[in-house]
């Protein structure tokens, strides 16, 4: 029997990046997915890849950041599947990238909002429907929660950031006498759209001024890139069973970037 049979995963930003390898990994390990994401139509392609492979995907349309539309969105999925077990908490936007003087506050506060408004509302909405049974909860954060390499730009992303830091680790607190587990996944550069479409952008990176080669000059193990597949291993990993002694921990999956 598959690993995560019987499992039901919900996976927000699943139709993309991160979230949709993670959701085809979970779903591969035999975990029914569903996706929540801004537009049905961008998440069927990967209901349909996990489909043709003979797993279950459903897709849920919704704005993390919304408390109405999340409010129903997890209501959805409870109803048909009957429980939740697995939950990655990982749409989100890099917003603007301007210094602080010039950010505005609506600029941030779309950030805050999407990043860790978003979490907060994901898990709090999930957890009526896992507190019976326990469960794994993910929050893609990122090493820029901590750090980050760029000069100037990146103040709202990363408070969002260290935001969901702290809070993931309130949670794993809080949840564990629900069996419930909460952990952080800190990726550093991941190839994504997210990430071509600012770090990549020669542009965008006059822009925000980073100072070395970009990714490998940031890194000790200098990969020129990494998958969303190899953080997938590591969501699969964290939604196990394998890591049930495992709760309120930061993971980095960045080449070690974030020790420099
Ligand atoms: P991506 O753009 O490929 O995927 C993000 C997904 O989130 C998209 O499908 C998007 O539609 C969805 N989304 C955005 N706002 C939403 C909202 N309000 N409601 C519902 N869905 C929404 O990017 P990615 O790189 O896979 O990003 C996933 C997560 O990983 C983000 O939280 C990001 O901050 C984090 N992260 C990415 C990197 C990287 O280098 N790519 C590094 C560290 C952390």
Redo the contacts with the bound molecule.
Sequence with gaps: EKRLANKIAVV????????RASALRLAAEGATVAI????ES?ALPVQQEIQQAGGECLVVE????NPESMEKAISSISEKFGAIHIVLS?????GAFSPIEELSADEWDQTIQ??LR?TFLTVKNCLPHMKKHGGSIII?????GNRTFSNFGMAAYSTS?AGQMAFGKMAALELAQYKIRVNII?????E????ENTFRNEEKLEEIQIPVEYPEGNQPLKHKSAE?EQVAHLVYFLASEESNHITGSEMYIDGAESLL
């Excluded at 927000?12 to 979230?19: D, K, R, V």
């Excluded at 919704?62 to 950041?65: L, P, T």
């Excluded at 893609?140 to 820029?144: A, K, L, R």
């Design positions: 927000t930003g699943g139709a993309s990046g991160i979230g929540v994401d801004l537009k961008d919704a704005d993390v950041s990982n749409a989100g936007i890099n999407t990043n978003g893609t954060s990122s090493i820029n950031k800190c990726p550093g550069a991941i994504t759209n997210i990430e969303p």
